[in-house]
């Protein structure tokens, strides 16, 4: 009997024909992980954070029997031990969906935290305000992730993605970072300070770049699942577009060496240090200025932006070279994205980031302050400008955010119909649109059930399962429809 292929187990059958084109093609799927921060300011009697992420998930636990749940958008929303509710995105095909079902979590969470204030205001105090930070560092110093996920053949080696990758996903932060004061200074990243190790296959022991434990959340024969830990929280939504789609381009680069077995040309990229490479990538705002020591012994000087342009020449080639790459992304322009990487870079070479405030988060932020600055009279104390920071990752009660969204300050791809309409509706061409469909006919039939990536689970009013171990299945089959049959 041929072995039944799982998420976790490899199998010795051949891979059908689907899973076949699947490996041939270009196709990515993207997820996107949030752990967000709490807080409680202005109560009479302190709560602490593990409690405020409590309360928040006081509905979730009532109507789920767990903290650990998938909503009707096939996203996941739980809480581990400790005080970060976390998001992951149902999985999407393109980078723009991933961005809304993102959105929609923002909304999720703001929702969760105006429903626990109302609750905490009757035994707190008519003034306590629950605070959301879609951000990577609590006042306390502690650092938590905001981790993307791409689905990656399996014929190229972790080892080589990581090896080949690491010097742009380090880099890349110069439009990515999310930007924060500290006492030594600003920072493009909010999280350069914590990561130092390259790779782990633990996250809680060591603080890596790239996770590489192996739960692909697909045919393991098949494919890997690249879990990024590199990376902030962004509230910019074109940072959060432009980081899935320029890290997509890379890796199909990597991955066509791979099928054609030969090298992609960016081992020659390696730093020789990775963690100390982030560190001078994240205070050197100018994006020039900063020298790397390189694995093969060399200094590169240029700063980031010298090591971006090193990649975007080679996908450019690439992307010429391979026309059929630009339709790997459904609803994304590719030529419009590396249009996109071009023009940010060169703004760095010209001295112009400034121009870039209305898309890159940190250059936002810094903006602002440096206004602010400006304007006051007397040394801005560190406290306010922490306080500003904050303010712009609050997705429950900041203010920041909202009016440069108003003032056209900061970019929206997006806008609030969209992110609203994302909270229920999955991506429409991956398996997130059925185990959408499946919780929202379970939660309307009052049944219980529980998920995973790859599972369906109905408990009651009768038991059963089903498997969907191709994250690109979206149509209806069988055993589907004899789930939904059983709700009814
Ligand atoms: N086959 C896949 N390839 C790439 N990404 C995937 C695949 N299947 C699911 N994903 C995405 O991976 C993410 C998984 O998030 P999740 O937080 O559950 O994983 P994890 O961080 O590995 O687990 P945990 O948080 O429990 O340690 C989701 O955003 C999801 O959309
Ligand atoms: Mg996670």
């Keep these: 009997m041929p072995q039944l292929r799982d998420s976790g187990n490899h199998s010795s059958s051949p891979l059908d024909e689907g899973t076949l084109r699947e490996v041939h093609s270009f196709a990515r799927i993207f997820g996107i992980e949030t752990e967000y921060g709490v807080s409680v300011t202005g109560a009479d009697v302190p709560c ?219 081992s020659r990229f390696a730093f020789a240090d990775a963690g100390a490479a982030n560190r001078a990538v994240s205070r050197d705002m100018s994006g020039v200025n900063a020298s790397f020591a390189m694995a093969d012994g060399s200094t590169l000087q240029g700063g980031a932006v010298a090591m971006q342009e090193r990649y975007l020449q080679a996908v450019e080639q690439f992307v010429g070279e391979h026309p059929e790459v630009a339709s790997s992304l459904p609803r994304t322009d590719v030529h419009d994205v590396l249009r996109q990487w071009r023009n940010t870079l060169e703004a760095f070479r010209s001295g112009n980031a400034n121009a870039l405030g209305d898309s890159v988060d940190w250059v936002c932020k810094y903006r602002l302050f440096e206004a602010l600055r400006a304007r006051s009279s007397a040394d801005l104390p560190l406290s306010k400008l922490e306080q500003l920071d904050l303010d712009y990752h609050d997705v429950a009660n900041g203010a920041l955010y909202a009016s440069l969204l108003r003032r056209g300050a900061l970019r929206s791809l997006i806008d609030g119909r969209e992110a609203q309409k994302a909270r229920t509706m999955p991506p429409a061409d991956t398996r997130a649109a059925l185990r959408g469909r499946f919780v929202s006919a379970a939660k309307s039939h009052g049944a219980q059930y529980s998920c995973d990536w790859t599972r369906l689970s109905l408990h009651a009013p009768r038991k059963m399962d089903m498997v969907l171990l191709d994250p690109f299945q979206c149509r209806e089959n069988e055993d589907f429809q004899a789930m939904i049959g059983a709700l009814e």
Aim: hydrophobic share 40%; glycine share 6%; with cysteine.
């Design 48 to 266: 602490d954070a593990s409690q405020t992420a409590m309360m928040m998930f006081q509905p979730i636990v009532a109507s789920a029997r767990s903290t650990n749940t998938y909503i009707e958008n096939g996203s996941r929303l739980y809480l581990d031990v400790g005080s970060h509710p976390e998001y992951a995105t149902s999985e999407a095909c393109d980078p723009m969906d991933a961005l809304a079902v993102d959105a929609a979590g923002e909304l999720v969470m703001r929702d969760l935290a105006l429903d626990a204030q109302q609750r905490l205001r009757a035994t707190h105090g008519p003034r306590a305000t629950v605070h959301v930070f879609k951000n990577n560092v609590d006042s306390a110093g502690h650092s938590f992730g905001c981790h993307e996920n791409y689905l990656v053949r399996r014929f190229v080696p972790l080892d080589v993605i990581e090896h080949e990758l690491l010097p742009f996903l380090i880099t890349r932060q110069l439009f990515t970072g999310a930007g924060r004061v500290t006492e030594s200074g600003f920072q493009i990243t909010q999280r350069a300070d914590f990561l130092d190790e390259a790779v782990s296959s633990a996250t809680t022991r060591s603080r890596p770049m790239v996770n590489t434990r192996d739960e692909p959340h697909a045919d393991p024969d098949a494919f890997r699942r690249l879990h990024v830990i590199i990376g902030d929280s962004n509230r910019s939504q074109w940072a959060t577009m432009m980081k899935l789609a320029t890290t997509h381009l890379v890796l199909c680069v990597i991955e066509q060496a791979g099928r054609e077995g030969r090298e992609s040309g960016f």
